[in-house]
């Protein structure tokens, strides 16, 4: 019976193994072949590929498992990606610039000096996500969440991110000239020294943020909530600030 018993748990073991095995080969070896060589592949299965510093300029992924791919370095430039899924990715130094990806995954990917710049990621997941100097001027995130993620030093120069989720992301030294917050959610979010001159946030809730040594001047504030926040050496000078909701936010040092 113990015996019986040890090649059972050694098989269980075997194909436990071989199921790893299965998931870490998960990708369609002819999607693969197909997008790497310049064709469309709708719905490609290519999770766990090494695509990096591939040239997928201008093709149709919609839909696509990019999940656990290795993307850095590759180029998606005008590329198609409704819906597709890229969580757990690593998209390091990767080009999306003019990419279509509304409703696109990008939970938990790792992004650092990435591309995004006039890409449409509307009602996308950008969740957890480390975006560490990605630049993103220009982009439309309207309608998306990056809670918790990681924006530190991020370009947003005239992105549209209204109507979003930012719950507890970090935007530190971030820019966001010309940026359009507005009815977005921050709470908790820490905005330490932003570059965030001339915003529209109006309505946008800053619910215990940390905005210290930010420069909002000249933004429009209209009924935007700073309930507990901080904004010690804070600049706002020239900004619209009718109806706004202070609450306890502190404010010592700041400039208005």
């Not at 090649?7 to 998960?26: D, G, K």
């Not at 590759?74 to 597709?84: F, G, H, S």
């Not at 990621?121 to 439309?140: P, W």
């Amino acid at each position: 019976m113990k015996v019986f018993s040890l090649f059972a748990t050694l098989s269980i073991a075997a194909a436990a193994s071989m199921a790893a095995a299965s998931v870490a080969c998960a990708y369609n070896a002819d999607d693969v072949s197909a997008v790497t060589n310049g064709q469309d592949r709708p719905g490609a299965d290519l999770s766990n590929a090494d695509l990096s510093g591939a040239d997928l300029t201008g093709l149709n992924l919609t839909g696509a498992n990019l999940s656990n791919a290795d993307l850095s370095g590759a180029r998606l430039e005008r590329a198609v990606l409704t819906k597709a899924n890229f969580a757990n990715s690593n998209l390091k130094r990767a080009v999306f610039s003019e990419a279509q990806m509304t409703e696109a995954n990008l939970r938990n990917v790792e992004a650092p000096f990435s591309y995004f710049g006039h890409a449409i990621l509307a009602h996308s997941d950008l969740s957890d996500g480390n975006f560490f100097r990605a630049d993103f001027r220009g982009a439309t995130l309207t309608e998306s969440t990056g809670a918790s993620a990681v924006f530190q030093e991020a370009t947003f120069d005239k992105a549209n991110l209204s109507k979003s989720d930012f719950t507890f992301a970090n935007f530190s030294y971030s820019w966001l000239f010309q940026s359009n917050l507005s009815e977005s959610c921050f709470t908790g979010a820490n905005l330490y020294e932003v570059n965030g001159a001339e915003i529209k946030a109006q309505k946008t809730d800053f619910s215990s943020a940390k905005l210290g040594s930010a420069r909002l001047t000249g933004g429009d504030f209209t009924e935007a909530v700073f309930e507990k926040a901080v904004l010690d050496k804070a600049t706002l000078k020239g900004a619209v600030l009718k109806d706004v909701v202070w609450g306890t936010a502190f404010k010592e040092k700041a400039v208005f």
